[in-house]
């Protein structure tokens, strides 16, 4: 995932021709494919980080000529060799990024539950002490906090927004809420495509007991990153329909 994120804050494209300085951390997930360097780990991550990188690259480019200015050397290291819980090879100013993008989208699914078992009946005391119980006493937490750059935080990101927007809309009935859910569910295959298998009964669901209009905007929503998941395979295998 950081090797997409990396290229598309640094290169605004999805691969990279040249090598990355971080290759020999990075195992099997990065390799050399008719000239480029991919990997098969889908975009959907660095949409999520696109903007914690580029304020960490901003601030990483601030210290370092601070740092060539008042210590005389010629260049700063790109690589953080210390020991880091989720993967090595990256500054310690993208690690650190990463981090606190990981806890942000968590605090915002924290939301989304409570809100999603609120507009389902159940009390506020119950709603947050059931939220809590299921954090702590899930494997979440260590993604959170140690492998922040792994899916499974921002999966569950979207899939409780997926959920919030769908129930919201069954509540409030307002259009708005079926376009946001369409976004989350192309973020949410985006991220893993295997997810599409979470949208098959909704999509049936919104077909059978929705208007038109309202199944064209959840259409609408989920468009943007089925493009966005064609154009990084063509980068990606110079093929629309491969996935890696």
Not at 99 to 117: G, N, Q
Not at 178 to 199: A, D, E, T, Y
Request: some cysteine.
């Amino acid at each position: 995932y950081y090797h997409v994120a990396k290229n598309l804050v640094d290169n605004g494209t999805f691969t990279s021709s040249s090598e990355p300085d971080y290759l020999p951390y990075t195992g099997h997930a990065v390799s050399q494919y008719k000239g480029n360097y991919v990997t098969v780990y889908q975009a959907g991550n660095a949409i999520l980080w696109w903007p914690f990188l580029t304020a960490s690259k901003l601030v990483e480019r601030a210290v370092c000529n601070q740092s060539i200015n008042n210590l005389g050397i010629s260049s700063c290291p790109s690589i953080y060799n210390d020991y880091y819980m989720s993967f090595n090879g990256h500054s310690v100013y993208d690690g650190i990024a990463i981090l606190i993008a990981s806890i942000f989208y968590s605090i915002i699914t924290i939301f989304f539950i409570v809100s999603i078992l609120l507009d389902l009946g159940f009390s506020t005391k119950v709603s947050y002490a059931s939220t809590a119980i299921v954090y702590f006493s899930s494997y979440i937490i260590a993604y959170i906090f140690q492998s922040p750059s792994y899916s499974h935080v921002y999966e569950l990101f979207a899939v409780s927004g997926l959920l919030f927007c769908v129930i919201r809309f069954s509540k409030l009935f307002r259009k708005k809420f079926m376009f946001l859910g369409g976004i989350f569910s192309g973020l949410l295959v985006l991220i893993r495509p295997v997810n599409i298998v979470i949208l098959i009964p909704i999509l049936f669901f919104n077909l059978r007991h929705r208007s038109l209009k309202s199944n064209f905007l959840f259409i609408l929503g989920g468009i943007p990153f089925a493009l966005i998941y064609l154009l990084y395979n063509f980068q990606s295998y110079a093929c629309f329909a491969c996935s890696g």
